[in-house]
């Protein structure tokens, strides 16, 4: 399966200042990468789709202007907080597409914990 | 995408085979079906993906019968390190194309000593 990475693996910010999060496919080139986010004791929640040279497409409820995609390249896909509050603290997760067994699925990146102070 | 229900929640003891099982009654024709498992603060894992009948690999076997309206997820011999949150999701593949996974509420299965 796909090898993904996420970095940083954990951050702690204080309120109002923006974090970027870096999703990178490390042996496959992802023409389209998925955000999802975690609150503890939950499921995983998609944010967003994220579409190599092109826009993201964001899930009903998500605010674009505040959660940045750019996915310039195949295997890197960027996610920014901007102005973080501690309503944003959450564990977020990307994934990418993998095969397995000769069939389609995603494969998930470590995650990365978002403190916001 | 179809909608999946799964027990919240299942206590097993080591060395026991464990058995989660799935409901997607809504489930597409051109629907694949997939198990995650989940550690705390880790991104899921890929487990197993099938689409009808039974599929195995090396870690675990899954069920599908032929109405496709659920699925079992058959973990041999769980030991303490299986404890995890174990997710079923049904989504679309298309070729050459990723289509995004619903999450639902995940089983917690505990294996207990």
């Known amino acids: 399966g796909a090898v993904v990475s996420q970095h940083p693996s954990r951050v702690i910010c204080k309120s109002g200042t923006s974090v970027k999060i870096e999703c990178r496919s490390l042996d496959f080139q992802a023409t389209t990468m998925f955000w999802y986010r975690q609150f503890p004791k939950q499921s995983l929640m998609l944010m967003a789709t994220s579409n190599e040279g092109s826009k993201a497409t964001y899930e009903q409820g998500v605010e674009k202007d505040k959660f940045l995609i750019n996915h310039a390249s195949l295997t890197l896909s960027t996610l920014t907080v901007t102005s973080a509050h501690p309503e944003d603290s959450s564990f977020y997760i990307c994934?990418?597409?993998?095969?397995?067994?000769?069939?389609?699925?995603?494969?998930f990146g470590p995650g990365t914990r978002l403190t916001v102070l | 995408l179809a909608k999946t229900t799964q027990p919240i929640s299942m206590d097993s003891y080591e060395g026991q085979e464990v058995n989660i099982t799935c409901s997607h009654n809504n489930i597409a024709t051109n629907d694949y079906i997939t198990w995650y498992q989940q550690f705390p603060s880790q991104g899921p894992r890929f487990i197993i993906q099938?689409?009808?009948t039974k599929v195995t690999n090396e870690v675990a076997s899954l069920f599908i019968p032929a109405d496709r309206k659920s699925s079992t997820l058959s973990l041999p011999r769980v030991s303490l390190s299986d404890t995890a949150v174990y997710y079923c999701l049904v989504g679309v593949r298309f070729a050459g194309s990723a289509r995004q996974l619903t999450f639902g509420s995940g089983t917690q299965l505990t294996v207990l000593p």
């Open positions: 099938g689409y009808k």
């Open positions: 994934s990418t597409m993998g095969t397995s067994g000769g069939t389609d699925t995603q494969y």
